[in-house]
Every structure is written in C-alpha cells, then in structure tokens.
C-alpha cells in the first residue's frame, strides 16, 4: 500500500496581551482583548493544526461587576428600587457587610437589614431589623433568567423574584421578616474561564451544548479552550494542556498573519472581554505547518474491497 503522510513543522508562540500591538476593539484595553501581529522568519501558510499549550492568568477580574452588580429590592407596597452592589472581590463574611450595607441604602421604608451566612450549607439569610411586620422581595430578572447580568448566582438565589419567607422574633436583629436564599452562594464566582478567538475559534472543532444559551447555544463558537479556576482572587492561573499530542485540524488555512484572543468568565457573556484590571494573561500556543507530503509503502490494509490510501496528522 502506497501511504501519504503530510510534512508538518512545529512552530510555537509565546503571547502576552501586555506585548500586543493593539487591542482587536477600539475601546477595550489591549490586555483584556489584544490583536497580536504574528512575527517569524516566513509568512504563515497552509496551517495544519493549533492549539493553546499553556496559560497564565491573573484572577484579577471583579467577581461583583459592573454588568452583574444590580437587583431589584420591593418592600411591601413600596415601588421597587435598584440596589447596586460594591464592585470587587469579597469572602462571604465580607460579601455580606456589602449586601446589608447596599440594602439599607437602597430601603425607602428606612428599614435596617441584617445579612447572616451561614458556614455549613454555605447560604445566606436576609433579614430586615423592623419592630413590624414588613415583608419585602428580591428580584432577579424575569423568570428565564440565566443569571447572565445580575448577582443571583453569586448570592444564591434563583431566577425571577422570591419573597421574604416569614417575620422572626429574636434573630439577629430584634425581630424582622427573613428571607433565606435557596442556593449554595458563589462568592468567589465561576469555576472556570474560556480563551476564546474570533480570528480562529469558529474553525476550531469545540462545541458546548445547546443549553448554554450566553455563549452561542451549541454553535461552534469563538471558544478554543476551557481553563479551571484554580485560585482565590489575587492569585495567578498557571495551566497547561493535559492532553498536548492533539491538535485542532485547520484544514490548511491558507495563512495567518494575526490573531486575537480574550478571555469569558463561566457560562457568562455580559463581560465581554474579561476585564483584567489592568493586568495582562498570557498564552503559549502550537502551530503545526504543512511544508509538503512524502509518500511511502505499507503494508496493504484493505475496507470494502478496496485499499485505504490514509493521510495523517502527527
């Protein structure tokens, strides 16, 4: 059997958004989404293979941010106002001095909140400190929300509004009406974070489901890999592909001249790019060239009768 194999050369860029030469969207920092210019000693062609080998990111992101840092607040027949949470990154001891701080500014009745967390099932507990009965309400978005633009997950509560449960004697305060989130709270925020590409994420073969309806709802989109969150805010990100041996096939791009890349935060898409606060991530990435073919005899492997003539790429 007659095998053709292609030739294929390995070429490596180390990128840092700090050394772009200009970000991929005038209003954006180039650390956040940067347009890098790809040197080397010939013009890229016929690109065979990519992928990210390595990358280092600073968790320096707000998990409370500005697309996500609003709620509605309703105290009884009162008209519901905004409460507008602290940007940055908090513990959930620290998370809840903000949110009572945050609802008292926000009460028209005056009322004086109290928030509890409590360690074991992770939750909070809101309660406003009033000597009467004055029950009030939370709402996150409409009842499909995916938590995409407001802080619910990262409270722990679900989409839509839910109403305080009942009027305790003796809690933490006095007395006042709670409201007991359902959820485990996320104050630390997602798990994990994509690197996504517009110049080449669609020609790459990664797919999310159907379901997650912020980011292109299973559609082969800008995403080229997926990275854990392996730190507390402040820490650095260092990461490296577990499975380096296989690449994404590009099918022979005809050439490459400059590619961008940005980081998303979860399933979430309201900030788009991720914004790093001034600090840059970086990323080693693969290119695997073709220069050609060779060919060479094999032993015959035959299907359906007939010899397989088989191109690899290694």
């Known amino acids: 059997m007659l095998e053709i194999k292609m030739v294929l050369k390995y070429l490596e860029f180390q990128l840092d958004s700090a050394d772009s030469g200009q970000s991929y969207i005038g209003n954006v920092k180039k650390t956040d989404w940067p347009l890098f210019i790809l040197g080397g000693k010939k013009p890229l062609e016929n690109i065979a293979g990519f992928k990210i080998i390595e990358a280092q990111i600073p968790f320096s992101w707000y998990v409370v941010n500005r697309t996500n840092k609003t709620f509605v607040l309703t105290e009884d027949a009162q008209a519901p ?8 990154n908090y513990n959930a001891a620290d998370f809840g001095v903000m949110l009572e701080l945050a609802l008292r500014a926000a009460s028209l009745r005056g009322d004086t909140y109290d928030v509890v967390y409590d360690a074991a099932p992770m939750k ?7 000597n009467a009965d004055h029950p009030f309400s939370l709402t996150f978005g409409g009842g499909g929300d995916s938590g995409n633009a407001n802080p619910r997950i990262v409270m722990g509560f679900n989409a839509g509004s839910i109403q305080s449960q009942t ?7 006095p007395n006042g009406n709670v409201l007991a989130a359902p959820n485990v709270c996320q104050v630390t925020g997602p798990n994990y974070v994509y690197v996504n590409s517009t110049s080449i994420g669609t020609l790459t073969d990664m797919y ?10 299973g559609n082969s989109g800008p995403q080229v890999t997926k990275i854990p969150v392996t730190v507390q805010p402040g820490g650095v990100i260092y990461w490296s592909d577990p499975d380096p041996e296989k690449y994404f096939d590009l099918e022979n791009l005809a050439n490459l001249s400059q590619i961008d890349f940005y980081l998303t935060l979860g399933n979430t898409s309201a900030m788009t790019p991720l914004e790093l606060n001034g600090l840059s991530f970086s990323l080693k ?23 397989i003539k088989r191109i690899r790429l290694q």
């Open 81 to 88: 106002v905004t409460v507008t949470l602290v940007e940055g």
């Open 124 to 130: 909070f507990k809101i309660y406003n400190d009033a």
């Open 167 to 173: 009027y305790e004697v003796g809690g933490p305060a």
């Open 208 to 217: 999310l489901p159907k379901g997650a309806v912020n980011l292109d709802k």
């Open 285 to 307: 990435i693969g290119l695997l060239v073709k220069e050609g073919t060779v060919s060479e005899t094999a032993a015959s492997s035959w299907q359906n009768d007939r010899v």
